[in-house]
């Protein structure tokens, strides 16, 4: 069965510091993954996806993310935190054999950035 | 390009009333995606249906939960007799056949579901 951890519920970094938000996966077939943002009384907001190809996937609003094989993870990543990207993240993951774009996500990890 | 549209964002019903969710995916997509997000929780799959198709229901509660998608206007999500722990944001996804395989879902506002 497929499945999503996000371990932390919550981030905390100050402004203009390096963020890190954890996820991992588990499927049966090769994974397409996904990054999700959601802002308060919001829908979700695609960020950036790994399908195939480079293990560095770069998405909107300067977040990238890094696929990891070997310890199943694809963690979210900004080298400079803003106030905005304060937000619930969530991590995704559809197994690339399924014919359906059903995805799984995560719980969520509220990121909070302070000034 | 108007995105996926949810309507009512906001539907307040008492126990034992029907709710009525309805969702017009964006413009030339014909798959469409139900979620479910409980308060402090992640958000759960329900339902995945393409034109007058269910495709997967394997997240729809076994009983008064129903949905459709039919040949002209939008997907509806339908809760009957509904009771409190069905307060929940709903929320509605849309993709294009041609990027089903990749699995990139357009997400629309939700429908916030509170039962009193």
């Known amino acids: 069965a497929q499945s999503v951890a996000q371990p932390e519920d919550q981030v905390n970094v100050a402004e203009g510091n390096p963020l890190t938000v954890k996820c991992t996966y588990s499927v049966s077939g090769n994974p397409y993954l996904f990054w999700y943002v959601q802002y308060p009384n919001r829908g979700l907001q695609f960020l950036l996806k790994y399908i195939t190809g480079d293990n560095l996937v770069k998405g909107s609003y300067g977040f990238e993310a890094e696929f990891n094989k070997s310890q199943t993870s694809f963690h979210l990543k900004k080298p400079s935190a803003l106030v905005s990207d304060s937000a619930l993240y969530f991590c995704?993951?559809?197994?690339?054999?399924?014919?359906?774009?059903?995805?799984?996500f995560g719980q969520g990890t509220t990121l909070q950035v302070k000034p | 390009n108007a995105g996926v549209m949810q309507n009512p964002r906001h539907l307040v019903r008492r126990r034992g009333q029907e709710a009525r969710l309805r969702c017009s995916p964006m413009k030339g997509h014909s798959h469409v995606y139900w979620y479910r997000q409980l308060p402090e929780e992640g958000l759960k799959f329900m339902v995945y249906l393409q034109k007058e198709n269910i495709i997967d229901e394997s997240g729809m509660p076994k009983e008064r939960f129903s949905a459709e998608f039919p040949k002209e206007g939008p997907s509806i999500l339908r809760i009957q007799q509904v009771v409190r722990g069905d307060s929940a944001a709903y929320f509605c996804?849309?993709?294009?056949?041609?990027?089903?395989?990749?699995?990139?879902?357009?997400f629309g506002e939700g429908s916030r579901l509170t039962v009193l």
């Open positions: 996804a849309s993709s294009p056949l041609t990027s089903a395989n990749t699995g990139e879902l357009f």
């Open positions: 995704a993951v559809r197994d690339g054999s399924s014919n359906t774009g059903k995805l799984i």
